[in-house]
């Protein structure tokens, strides 16, 4: 779990209860998903 604008065990994110709150992490983190498959 991610605080709003937080960094949890070195991962940067906006990511709170597995969803990202932030739109523009969230697209960050959907260009890393599909980067990374």
Request: one cysteine or more; hydrophobic letters at 15%.
């Amino acid at each position: 779990m991610y605080d709003s604008h937080g960094e949890i065990n070195g991962k940067k994110g906006h990511k709170i209860l597995g969803k990202y709150s932030c739109s523009k992490h969230r697209t960050i983190a959907k260009s890393q998903e599909s980067t990374n498959k």
